[in-house]
């Protein structure tokens, strides 16, 4: 059976999870803890290199890069998959391709930066986050929010249309992710909110929220993160997200 290695306190991994479990696509749930350094385990970097997940292994093929990971999945199961999780149609596809290549820098970015900052700058640097910092991380995810309102999602009830598509997937994992440290980035938005519980409608409400409780539940991480027999070689590592 195909295994993924996967901790949904990851977005990417969560975008992994959701769609394989809401399409009802085989695999075994491998659990590799990120706040614990599992990653960098010698049995993790035997099986990649890059020592970050998601990774697939489907055989003796090993792949990393979620986005890679989700369109081989599509394409291995086009039989099962509705051809509205990622089209056949050229421009279509397109689309999907052209939010992948977007969001990397964008919007995954910048929401990750703000839950790092809230969760884990003081026990990593050793002192409170600078409030420019701060305002700085925050703007950049508003202006990340306000594009995927105005360029992708317009009017439209999802990213391609009047159906779901693996993009609205991608993009509700990352909107999540500061979430849960108590910054709500739908706040004040009508337009994301309903496009949010239209998208929890279709992978259904209680898979979504079975991949996101360990999220809800990030308020420990610094706890474990410093409990962990890793925290003296995981601290360098993290600094440089904040330098």
């Not at 090993?62 to 089209?87: C, N, R």
Request: charged share 25%; with cysteine; glycine share 4%.
């Amino acid at each position: 059976m195909m295994e993924l290695y996967l901790d949904l306190i990851s977005p990417p991994c969560r975008s992994v999870f959701l769609f394989a479990r809401a399409l009802r696509i085989p695999f075994e749930f491998k659990v590799v803890d990120l706040a614990t350094g599992q990653q960098y385990s010698k049995e993790f970097g035997d099986l990649s290199i890059v020592r970050k997940v998601p990774v697939m292994k489907d055989g003796g093929f090993i792949l990393t890069e979620s986005t890679a990971i989700l369109e081989y999945l599509m394409q291995k199961y086009s039989g099962s998959v509705a051809d509205h999780w990622f089209p056949a149609d050229l421009q279509q596809r397109a689309r999907v391709n052209e939010y992948f290549s977007w969001q990397h820098m964008n919007l995954r970015a910048h929401c990750s930066k703000v839950f790092l900052l809230r969760a884990l700058y003081q026990i990593v640097m050793d002192s409170e986050i600078p409030k420019e910092t701060m305002d700085f991380a925050v703007e950049n995810v508003k202006q990340s929010l306000n594009l995927l309102e105005e360029k992708f999602l317009q009017s439209k009830p999802f990213i391609l249309g009047d159906k779901i598509s693996v993009a609205d997937v991608v993009a509700i994992v990352e909107i999540m992710q500061p979430f849960g440290t108590g910054f709500d980035g739908f706040e004040g938005r009508p337009k994301l909110i309903a496009w949010r519980d239209r998208v929890k409608k279709e992978l259904g409400e209680k898979l979504f929220e079975e991949a996101h409780e360990a999220l809800m539940k990030s308020s420990n991480m610094p706890q474990k993160l410093k409990n962990s027999g890793n925290f003296a070689q995981l601290k360098p590592i993290l600094q440089k997200l904040f330098r």
